[in-house]
Structures are given as structure tokens and as C-alpha cells.
Antibody, heavy 119, light 107 residues
């Protein structure tokens, strides 16, 4: 069974940093492409970014709203993906989901972790 | 960047109704479109990909159509479990873009 578990969310001040994690199991992580998607309270879904597998060059792509502030990384020895968020703004407040990609489809999702940016 | 626009934003319907949601792309995206269903407090679930291919395990009352810039998601006979928010999503080699969502409410 595929499992994806986000963790590390919490309260952070504007301008601060936070790293959240996505621990996975039940599939071949080394081959997986993983996306982060966020959802502000009461709002719709926003794609944040994606990291490809090492075999695909470990390429990272980001939404314009977070490019230069957020960085996605992966640790294949731990089957875990990370989202490092710097220079956080109040508008980054959201539930952050990680999701595996199968042929461009966001197929398996975690339960999400809440990041609140507030003074 | 390609923009995705869904209509309507909210839809009121009764059990048994036929429901259609539209998604328009700001430029042609061929058939690179997926549809997701999300219930409150839950992660989204993929329903359809490549505009019209039903994901495994999804009931056949869901169907998708379209190509280029205009796409539709149809629920042929709305069931109680279908009251949720639906999102279209474009995908290409370097990004993904969601529509703003359509909430299907009980009439």
C-alpha cells in the first residue's frame, strides 16, 4: 500500500524559514517524481513544485509564486522528499500536500501538513 | 503561463441529476488535462486523465471530454457521494496548473 506522510508544519513568522517532509512507502521511491501542492484556508489547489527522480536528472520545477524562495530536495536512502521554505509570507499559509506522479497524474497523496505564517 | 478557468464556481444539483462542469485553457493544451475530486478535509483524488481516460476504480458515471482549450467533466447521475469540489488541472513538461474549482452542492 502506498503511503505518503507529511510532517513538520507549524507556526512561523513572516520572513522566517521552515522545512517540511514527506515520508513515503509502498512504491519504488528512487523512480518516483514527487510534487508539492498547497491549499490556503478555504481556497483552491495550487501546485508548488516538483522533483524528478535521479534517473531523470533530479530536475526541479517551481511555480512562479515560490521560485527563488522554496527548494525541493530528496533523500533516496530515506524515501523522503523535503520542501525548504524561506522568506515566508503570510500568503504562504496553507495545507501542504505531497503527491506521487504517474505519467503526469498526481495519483497518491498524503494527508497534508498545515503551515501558518503569522506574526 | 497557461491559465485554467472553470465554470460554474458553484453548482446546486439533486441526486440523480446530470451535471456538467467546464474547464477552459488560455491556450491550446491538446489533451493534457486531468480532473480531481476533493472532499472537505481530505486530499484530492484523480478521476480522469488525458482529458477522457477514467482512472481505475472510478465509477463509470464520471466522464470527461474535450481537447484544445475546452473540456468538460460530466456526472451522468449524481450520487450522494459525489457532493464535493472538482478541479481541472493542466500538465506539461515543467508545470501543473489547477482551475479554481467547482463546488457541487445539494439542491
Amino acid at each position: 500500500e502506498v503511503q505518503m506522510v507529511e510532517s513538520g508544519g507549524g507556526l512561523v513568522k513572516p520572513g522566517g524559514s521552515l522545512r517540511i517532509s514527506c515520508a513515503t512507502s509502498g512504491f519504488t521511491f528512487t523512480s518516483a517524481w514527487i510534487s508539492w501542492v498547497r491549499q490556503a484556508p478555504g481556497e483552491g489547489l495550487e501546485w508548488v513544485g516538483r522533483i524528478k527522480s535521479k534517473a531523470s536528472g533530479e530536475t526541479r520545477d517551481y511555480a512562479a509564486s515560490v521560485r527563488g524562495r522554496f527548494t525541493i530536495s530528496r533523500d533516496d536512502s530515506k524515501d523522503t522528499v523535503y520542501l525548504q521554505m524561506n522568506s515566508l509570507k503570510t500568503e504562504d499559509t496553507a495545507v501542504y500536500y505531497c503527491s506521487t506522479e504517474y505519467y503526469d497524474i498526481l495519483k497518491y497523496w498524503g494527508q497534508g501538513t498545515l503551515v501558518t505564517v503569522s506574526s | 503561463d497557461i491559465q485554467m478557468t472553470q465554470s460554474p464556481s458553484t453548482l446546486s444539483a439533486a441526486v440523480g441529476d446530470r451535471v456538467t462542469i467546464t474547464c477552459r485553457a488560455s491556450e491550446s493544451i491538446s489533451n493534457s488535462l486531468a480532473w480531481y475530486q476533493q472532499k472537505p478535509g481530505k486530499a484530492p483524488k484523480v478521476l480522469i486523465y488525458k482529458a477522457s481516460t477514467l482512472e481505475g476504480g472510478v465509477p463509470s458515471r464520471f466522464s470527461g471530454s474535450g481537447s484544445g482549450t475546452e473540456f468538460t467533466l460530466t456526472i451522468s447521475s449524481l450520487q450522494p457521494d459525489d457532493f464535493a469540489t472538482y478541479y481541472c488541472q493542466h500538465y506539461n513538461s515543467y508545470s501543473r496548473t489547477f482551475g479554481q474549482g467547482t463546488k457541487v452542492e445539494i439542491k
